[in-house]
């Protein structure tokens, strides 16, 4: 029988306060993972220079900016978030001079450039860390950190119970300068990334310098890693919990999402606020819920959080529907516009995830069916591109790569792998080179190798073998951005209209438009909407109805 849609519900759009309107507030941003990108010398491992020869392709693919994961000088313990040097580039990435390079020549595509900001923790490189051991207790510089003695008669226990993200305890006993025995410094990720003491005045003041260093190298905003995360509670309390794995996302933590970190964005806020242009501040924030993600965004402090509960939300209407809503709702009382996110460089590829059963988390390391993951992800990517706010797009998933589940252990390079004894951590598998030939070396990745393996299959992935073939992923890409540029109703406002629609399908009306999205593995006869616009599968529209296939999106003009 066929559907009818209705247009039964409207969004209340209560008048928010603050935000200026900016770039920012629809704007199609698309990360970079500069290890994995483009590889310019031909050492196997991605550079500046690769970044800037690939920019054209940015700027066709439609983007309004592109976010660049940590290039600076590091050991790489964490592939960049364990940061020597902010004010320098890494060799393996370039030099000041190619950021620079690749700062103007973004501009003068018309693309934004936002750099990665890691202040919750430096390398244990780090000139300060490294004095601040070699001082030994005492030194002024511990203070920057969170040095701690130990627990239990001769100090041998961690000073409390807290876990590091990456699993083990949160905290490393040092050994004095004299070979003994010392006192415990605190690092929520690996042991080489020893957590910053904010309450140090210091600390701030270094991280307001460096702000202003890259805003006068010409950057258009900073992505603020575990920005949840740089205070601490009063006193480092106990959890008093074993399963913080549990905890982590559903309760505030003494560690994370405590509410001291605001004033540190306000002061942020300020200098950018001084600086010409619209610059922004991107909160990697993970919290238990929305409402508490909205508090990062408030009119004062940030301009955009990630909006973690949507990338975590399985490929079901009535779920999908529901943390559009509440997302929404979330951040219309502070004015900020959501974000929508689907992929980054710390989760399995959505691709991935929807070829899997549901409920299986973000680190995923089984294929599952990836021709219906892949269907599923088109479909997800017209519905993410249809909702009002900013949406972000990972390398690589304008080319449908799935996740590489099959990495050999030798190959893997994340500090979560190990530290969890190979349990958790898969986030190498998102990480796997770009291809952009069919054949040839690291399939156009660079003139060399690849530092991690790309499998035999990546050629028919690449962008060589995509561009311009009718129906590739690529193609659907480019086509939905540049929709959505030529409509700025698309992604603008924060409301969407949501109209009556079958079981497991979602109808949302937009300015001009509906977005008809068939969750189920079934297809769903509907009254045509309007006149068919562009869908992530072959639809055949049949006078006034239309069979919506399984795991499609379809965007109609009203
Ligand atoms: C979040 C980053 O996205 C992730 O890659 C990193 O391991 C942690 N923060 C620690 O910096």
Redesign the pocket.
């Known amino acids: 029988m066929t559907q009818h849609l209705a247009a039964p519900s409207t969004g209340t759009s209560a008048e928010a306060p603050g935000h200026p309107t900016g770039w920012w507030q629809d704007a199609v941003i698309y990360q970079v993972y500069p290890r994995s990108f483009a590889d310019g010398n031909g050492d196997g491992m991605g550079d500046l220079a690769g970044v800037t020869a690939r920019l054209p392709y940015l700027r066709d693919l439609g983007v309004d900016a592109v976010w660049l994961?940590p290039f600076y000088a590091s050991p790489q313990a964490?592939?960049g978030?364990?940061v020597a040097d902010y004010r320098a580039i890494d060799p393996m990435f370039g030099t000041l001079l190619d950021a620079d390079g690749l700062i103007r020549e973004a501009h003068d595509l018309g693309l934004r450039i936002i750099v990665d900001l890691?202040p919750?923790?430096s390398s244990d490189q780090h000139e300060w860390f490294k004095r601040a051991l070699a001082e030994g207790p005492g030194s002024a510089l511990r203070e920057r950190y969170h040095f701690r003695p130990g627990k239990g008669t001769d100090g041998e226990l961690p000073p409390n119970d807290w876990e590091s993200?990456?699993g083990g305890p949160a905290w490393t006993r040092t050994t004095d300068p004299d070979g003994t025995p010392g006192e415990w410094y605190l690092h929520l990720?690996a042991p080489e990334?020893p957590d910053f003491n904010w309450e140090h005045p210091a600390v701030a003041d270094e991280f307001r310098s460096i702000l202003r260093f890259w805003l006068d190298m010409g950057v258009d905003g900073f992505r603020v890693?575990?920005a949840h995360g740089l205070v601490k509670a009063e006193g480092l309390p106990d959890l008093g919990s074993h399963d913080q794995l549990k905890l982590l996302g559903n309760d505030v933590m003494p560690f994370f999402d405590q509410d001291g970190v605001h004033e540190i964005y306000r002061s942020w806020r300020t200098i950018l606020d001084e600086y010409p242009g619209d610059r922004i501040l991107v909160a990697?924030a993970w919290t238990p819920t929305v409402e508490r993600t909205a508090n990062y965004v408030r009119p004062d402090e940030m301009h955009q959080a990630f909006n973690f509960q949507y990338l975590s939300t399985a490929w079901d209407a009535a779920e999908l529907r529901a943390v559009i809503d509440s997302s929404l709702d979330a951040m219309r009382p502070v004015g900020a516009p959501t974000t929508w996110v689907l992929s980054?460089?710390?989760v399995t590829r959505h691709t991935t995830r929807f070829a899997n059963p549901p409920g299986l988390g973000t680190q995923i390391r089984t294929p599952g069916d990836g021709e219906l993951g892949l269907r599923r992800a088109r479909a997800a990517t017209l519905l993410m591109l249809a909702l009002p706010g900013s949406a972000y797009v990972y390398q690589g998933e304008e080319l449908g790569l799935p996740d590489v589940t099959d990495l050999p252990d030798e190959a893997r390079q994340d500090?979560?792998f190990f530290r969890a004894e190979g349990q958790d951590g898969f986030?190498d598998g998102c990480r796997v080179p770009i291809p952009w030939t069919r054949e040839g070396s690291s399939y156009g990745f660079g003139a060399g190798g690849s530092w991690l393996p790309q499998p035999g299959s990546w050629g028919a992935y690449s962008v060589e073998a995509q561009s311009g073939t009718e129906g590739s992923t690529l193609e659907l890409y480019r086509a939905a951005i540049a929709t959505r540029r030529e409509h700025p109703g698309l992604g603008a406002g924060t409301d969407v209209l949501w109209l009556d629609a079958p079981e497991g399908v979602l109808a949302l009306g937009r300015p001009g438009f509906v977005c008809t999205v068939n969750t189920t593995g079934a297809p769903v006869r509907i009254d045509a909407p309007g006149r068919l616009l562009l869908s992530s599968g072959p639809v055949a529209v049949d006078g006034d109805t239309v069979e919506l296939p399984a795991d499609t999106t379809v965007w109609w003009t009203v």
Do not use: G, K, L
């Open positions: 994961s964490d592939a978030y364990d890691v919750n923790h993200i990456f990720f990334q890693d575990v990697e980054n460089h710390d500090p979560s986030r």
